[in-house]
């Protein structure tokens, strides 16, 4: 399974929350597309001939920024450089303010079957907090221009431990969302990320984020409340009807390669991390004058970086982790693992197979600290 990834690292504004790389102001759409085809061309062999692109994910920043004729510039490139398999899962990344019929119909015929909608929440009051650009009636307004557009295979993002709000407050969000018939949700709980605006109103107490007791009691009726309606809980924040799991977050989480497009976008091809510089003007104007070894740093991957990292990931899925898989890969750390996951089991964090129990979702980095070397 391989994965494409291509970053839009325009926002009209930033959230407070957001730590991922983007820009809040004017920069020509049009260069920064011909930079990515540019960057294509440049990394069109990064796949095996024989391989073939499960996933395709447009993320950001904002993607729904961009014009449908920007969207169709872009994806004409994609299937010009790579093979696409027949069932490929294509996301589009969109905020509530951008959705309208025609802009959503043209997605669709532009090969777009997955949509990854960012609501975080359904109450006004919240949205304007985190400075987010829509409403709840627009929220709303833009799931049923979705689902009347073809679009089967539609998320969205909610995000828990929010400032002022409570379980009731949480509660009703989820109700909302099961109201649309959705098949997949992903539920983030509000995390403090340094240099973020949120990190900088909490340092100056303009703002504080829930107890613990809190954060815990959300996220235990959070997995009550999907698993009474069946959507599997399959990795720490993602939630799914049968057979609508991210394939493209699937593919980060075990291991599959992937390349990333774009300003601050991550690649991996088994042994090695690539990453592109986070600035959008560096990287077109370098792109541009074909200066690629100007953008982009790697980092080859030792085993106990490998090893850590399947720690690290894997700890998230509900399938669990491996003894097998570490025997295989890692025989060096498999020992310790067996000696630490046994310990694990008698403390209730993780079941005989090694998925995660309940105390364990709750407890996550407990495992991943005991595991780790």
């Not at 027949?86 to 777009?112: H, M, V, W």
């Not at 009703?172 to 973020?196: A, Q, V, W």
């Not at 693992?337 to 089991?345: A, D, G, V």
Request: charged fraction near 25%.
């Amino acid at each position: 399974m391989a994965s494409l990834y291509i970053h839009i690292p325009f926002c009209h504004h930033k959230c407070i929350y957001c730590d991922f790389y983007s820009i809040a102001q004017k920069f020509d759409h049009s260069k920064y597309i011909d930079a990515l085809e540019r960057e294509m061309e440049h990394r069109k062999d990064f796949f095996e001939k024989k391989e073939t692109l499960s996933s395709v994910y447009f993320g950001g920043g904002t993607p729904s920024i961009l014009s449908i004729k920007d969207l169709g510039r872009i994806f004409e490139k994609i299937v010009f450089y790579f093979s696409l398999s027949k069932d490929c899962e294509i996301t589009f990344e969109a905020n509530p303010e951008n959705i309208s019929f025609p802009y959503a119909r043209d997605l669709r015929q532009i090969g777009f079957n997955r949509i990854s909608l960012g609501v975080q929440s359904f109450d006004d009051k919240t949205l304007r907090l985190i400075n987010r650009s829509h409403t709840s009636a627009l929220a709303k307004s833009s799931i049923e221009i979705l689902k009347n557009s073809e679009f089967e295979n539609i998320s969205i993002d909610l995000i828990s431990n929010l400032p002022y709000s409570d379980l009731e407050h949480w509660k009703k969000n989820l109700e909302i969302f099961l109201s649309y018939d959705l098949p997949h949700i992903s539920c983030y709980t509000l995390m403090r990320e340094e240099g973020t605006m949120l990190d900088k109103l909490l340092k100056k107490n303009k703002l504080t984020l829930l107890e613990e007791s809190q954060q815990i009691e959300q996220m235990e009726f959070t997995m009550d409340f999907m698993q009474k309606y069946n959507y599997a809980h399959y990795e720490t924040s993602s939630f799914a009807l049968e057979g609508f799991h991210s394939r493209h977050n699937m593919s980060y989480w075990t291991f599959e390669k992937y390349l990333g497009l774009g300003a601050g976008a991550h690649s991996y091809n088994g042994k090695e991390r690539f990453w592109n510089i986070a600035d959008v003007y560096k990287y077109t104007e370098n792109v541009l004058n074909t200066n690629f070894d100007s953008i982009c740093e790697k980092e080859f991957l030792s085993t106990k970086n490998k090893y850590n990292e399947y720690i690290m990931l894997t700890a998230r899925l509900s399938k669990g982790l491996s003894l097998e898989f570490v025997k295989k890969h890692f025989a060096e750390y498999y020992v310790y693992f067996f000696q630490q996951t046994t310990k694990l089991i008698k403390e209730g964090l993780i079941n005989k197979d090694l998925s995660p129990t309940r105390k364990g979702w709750l407890l996550q980095d407990s495992i991943i600290l005991a595991l780790a070397v």
